[in-house]
């Protein structure tokens, strides 16, 4: 048989995870909102870096634009500095792309890749 004194510190433990709950909760759908967030903003730098890639004339610089509600910067540059000088002939050129991607404030998502293309 159990006394009173059991049956009180089941109840105050029962009660204690109880009160723990909801801010579980919270923190797991805040978390969940977080992933989806670095997930939206990966899937808009992945399609960025695909037009940029598909671009035939692909030249060095930075263009911004948004996408889905995210806003994006793709910053194109020769891959090495010693071609700067090859690619002012006209040859094509290997292109270091970065791409980043705001998910939320504070949280930017950077997607980089290299396509061959002019300098100008």
Do not use: C, F
Not at 93 to 102: G, H, K
């Amino acid at each position: 048989m159990t006394s009173l004194l059991e049956m009180i510190v089941a109840v105050a433990i029962l009660a204690g995870l109880v009160s723990l709950a909801p801010r579980a909760v919270a923190s797991s759908r805040a978390g969940i909102e977080r992933i989806e967030d670095t997930v939206q903003a990966q899937i808009v730098a992945e399609a960025v870096l695909s037009v940029r890639q598909r671009d035939a004339a692909l030249r060095t610089g930075v263009r911004s634009g948004t996408m889905n509600g995210l806003r994006w910067m793709a910053e194109s540059r020769p891959y090495l500095e010693r071609q700067k000088a090859d690619a002012d002939s006209g040859a094509p050129t290997l292109i270091a792309i970065r791409i980043s991607v705001e998910a939320r404030p504070g949280h930017v998502v950077v997607l980089e890749a290299l396509a061959v293309g002019a300098s100008q």
